[in-house]
């Protein structure tokens, strides 16, 4: 971050009337400057860190033209670009213009991976009202679970949870709800999930953040629409390109923080549902049925269901997949999966209470389905309210260290 003339220090920032100052103060278009947030310098959305004191952002005037777009027509925005184009920048640069001018807005963090709002593999909701400033570091309202850190087998939850906290931002009487998305552009899995999430958000205006023609292919599926505004945007030439290592560090670093306070705690099977892994929804397996899978696969069979035309059986230790075959008749399905518990541990759950509200995430520690127990670490002050588990398919240390992904969607 540079030092620029324009800058205005903390100390000079603080909390004076001017700079909360409404957008029609701004500049003369066409002039680029550099931006100070409103009232409080920095909103770190990131990594919860306070971020931004002393910085400042580049401020094209075409997002200031968008920004007053959006003024003018309130409703649901949704910004998107490629990976490194500014999104989050802008999401934050235009939170606080708009809360600025005295509108309550919802901000609505719809990145599994580089998550600015809650931790990675979660999208997140913060409003905020302008009888209160926007807090250094944004904590979310709402959270769903997705359960991975990018889109692809993840749909639904992704596009039903995002669609949740637009709904539930607007009802809270939020005027302007602004959707921070993934950078996943290209091609038809892109196409398909950001179509229908635009759908499914009812969304007013799209910001499109590219450098050159990158959004086009997924423009001209949404172009024309009556009922939706089309802003292409420049991307600023101060945005830091990050590798994929980078990307990495980043969500590690956030799943560390999250877990930092997390404590063991046990979950008994009768009481909890499990979602996403299908587990105790089908016919399960006797105990002689099971010892013959044991035979066939060599190894030590712990718990078997069937489900329509799918299995499930979990095992301790290694296991010969040359018997599938023998697995897949004697459950007389046709597909079947056969995870190692011990290959369960470091899975990321998403912990809900019995309405089906995500309280927060957990890690698995040790799966034991002989006596039917789960322990889990969480951060979660009141892990009893805890009564649905959605598997996630991304496994962890609690250190944030990723293991990579477990073997189910
Ligand atoms: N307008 C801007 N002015 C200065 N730096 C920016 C600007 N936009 C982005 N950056 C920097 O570029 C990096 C990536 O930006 P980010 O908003 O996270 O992109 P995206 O969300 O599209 O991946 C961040 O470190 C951010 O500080
Ligand atoms: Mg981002």
Same mark, same amino acid.
């Given at each position: ?26 500049? #003369? ?139 539930? #931002?607007?009802? #809270? ?85 999250? *877990? ?61 997949? #040359? ?43 040790? *799966? ?22 959605? *598997? ?18």
């Amino acid at each position: 971050m540079g030092n620029r003339a324009a800058a205005v220090g903390p100390s000079s920032g603080g909390s004076s009337s001017a700079s909360a100052a409404p957008t029609s103060a701004r500049p #003369a278009s066409g002039e680029r400057r550099n931006y100070e947030p409103p009232r409080r310098q920095g909103v770190g959305f990131r990594g919860g860190k306070v971020r931004g004191v002393n910085s400042e952002f580049e401020i094209l005037p075409e997002w200031e033209r968008a920004a007053e777009a959006v003024l003018a027509r309130p409703g649901v925005v949704v910004l998107l670009g490629p990976s490194d184009t500014g999104k989050t920048t802008l999401a934050r640069i235009l939170t606080e213009r708009w809360w600025a001018t005295g509108r309550v807005v919802g901000l609505v963090d719809a990145d599994i991976g580089q998550a600015s709002i809650g931790p990675p593999t979660t999208v997140g909701l913060a409003s905020f009202s302008p009888d209160r400033p926007i807090p250094p570091s944004a904590r979310p309202q709402v959270l769903h679970f997705v359960g991975s850190t990018s889109p692809p087998g993840h749909f639904l939850p992704l596009i039903l949870g995002t669609q949740d906290l637009v709904r539930r #931002a607007t009802a #809270a009487g939020a005027e302007i709800v602004l959707v921070d998305t993934t950078g996943l552009i290209l091609g038809s899995v892109a196409a398909s999930l950001k179509w229908h999430k635009l759908k499914a958000v009812q969304a007013r205006h799209v910001l499109a953040l590219q450098r050159e023609a990158e959004l086009e292919p997924l423009l001209r599926l949404v172009e024309g629409q009556r009922t939706l505004e089309i802003h292409r945007l420049p991307v600023s030439s101060r945005v830091d390109r990050r590798s994929h290592a980078a990307r990495r560090a980043f969500r590690e670093e956030r799943f560390r923080q999250y *877990f930092a306070s997390a404590k063991r705690h046990d979950l008994e099977w009768k009481n909890v549902r499990f979602t996403r892994l299908w587990l105790n929804t089908g016919r399960r397996l006797g105990r002689d049925e099971l010892a013959l899978l044991g035979v066939s696969l060599q190894t030590v069979p712990l718990y078997a269901e069937a489900l329509g035309e799918e299995g499930l059986v979990l095992v301790r230790g290694p296991f010969s997949r #040359a018997a599938l075959y023998q697995v897949r008749s004697a459950l007389q399905v046709s597909d079947v999966l056969v995870i190692d518990v011990e290959q369960l541990r470091g899975t990321l759950l998403g912990l809900h209470d019995r309405d089906g509200e995500c309280l927060g995430l957990g890690i698995v520690q040790d *799966f034991d389905p002989e006596n039917e127990r789960l322990r889990i670490l969480t951060p979660l002050p009141d892990p009893v309210r805890i009564a649905s588990v959605a *598997f996630g398919s991304l496994r962890l240390e609690p250190t944030g260290k990723e293991l990579g992904e477990a073997p189910w969607r």
